[in-house]
């Protein structure tokens, strides 16, 4: 309760929020230079944000040194290459295989949201206020920390609920059936087919998202299955005596993506990501298998907002 009651009251007077991050000041959306070929491009992008992972993150994933990040040469590579993205056409990117798109999105999603962060630390050290503790603290940080892709703005929004998710709403947007809108023709053209497990793989900058990791095209099957095992033989939790599976907030906020609000189709999704000896998956299987005599009820735990710094 101390770090919600923290948060409530820094966010009286909220981070300033990063906006478009590949431009510099003087630049628009209408800034132009010399076409990027987009395949070339995104296999660039992901060497960078590799050598960034060695450099700053944990060796597990599960932190981000922050503080090490704007003085590393990788970062200062990638933030370089990242400029290249407003000269990439959306036909192009388009045109590359789905795997591609997909590691691209996933890594550049992540990437960002690094570069987001670290863009608030160096913004409160100019104005001499604490830097913040969580995303939270940062004004409009998803909606509105963004890259110029092919002269479109792509927010952190755009990128996961427009294109990873195919296209679904936020699950703040009550009614809809579509996250981008008809107007918006640009980002159309680039929405994926849906992937639920793309949810183990984005990292918003919390303790409690899953280990941020670069994801490659050739493995990237093999890695989205590590990475539906691991966060699931973490967070999944089954109490037989209790007739009750606790989950991560994740499959409440997006549990339309799991077979939600069917209570049997989402528990199987989380039990086809479990790995076949584990201890957890055995018992969600007899609870499964007792269904017919009183369906499971599902817990959410809270979620742990707090950033994944490394240092902290």
Not at 123 to 146: G, H, M, N, Y
Not at 219 to 228: D, P, Q, S, T
Request: charge should be negative.
């Amino acid at each position: 309760m101390f770090f919600v009651r923290t948060v409530l009251r820094r966010c009286l007077s909220p981070a300033e929020t990063p906006g478009v991050l590949n431009r510099d000041a003087e630049e628009t959306s209408m800034s132009k230079s010399e076409p990027e070929d987009a395949a070339t491009l995104a296999k660039e992008l992901n060497s960078a944000i590799l050598n960034l992972e060695v450099e700053c993150f944990a060796d597990d994933g599960s932190g981000v040194d922050y503080a090490a990040v704007p003085g590393s040469d990788a970062f200062q590579t990638y933030t370089e290459r990242t400029k290249a993205l407003k000269n990439v056409s959306l036909d192009a990117l388009r045109a590359l295989s789905e795997d591609t798109q997909r590691c691209f999105w996933l890594n550049l999603y992540n990437a960002l949201t690094v570069h987001g962060i670290v863009t608030a630390f160096a913004e409160a050290a100019e104005k001499k206020r604490s830097p913040p503790l969580s995303v939270l603290e940062i004004k409009d940080f998803w909606k509105s920390t963004a890259y110029d892709v092919g002269g479109v703005e792509f927010s952190l929004d755009d990128m996961e609920h427009g294109i990873l998710r195919g296209n679904r709403p936020h699950p703040t947007q009550k009614g809809a059936t579509h996250y981008f809108q008809p107007s918006d023709t640009e980002k159309l053209k680039l929405v994926l087919e849906a992937e639920p497990r793309i949810h183990f793989c984005l990292v918003c900058g919390a303790q409690s998202c899953p280990p941020i990791r670069v994801f490659v095209e050739k493995n990237l099957e093999r890695g989205l299955v590590a990475a539906a095992r691991g966060f699931c033989q973490r967070e999944v939790e089954v109490d037989e005596s209790r007739n009750t599976v606790t989950l991560s907030k994740i499959f409440d906020w997006y549990g339309v993506d799991f077979g939600a609000p069917d209570t049997t189709k989402l528990l199987t999704s989380v039990l086809g990501y479990l790995p076949d000896k584990d201890a957890q998956r055995a018992k969600l299987q007899t609870l499964l298998d007792k269904h017919g005599r009183a369906p499971p009820k599902v817990k959410y735990r809270a979620y742990e907002w707090r950033l994944n710094n490394k240092n902290t």
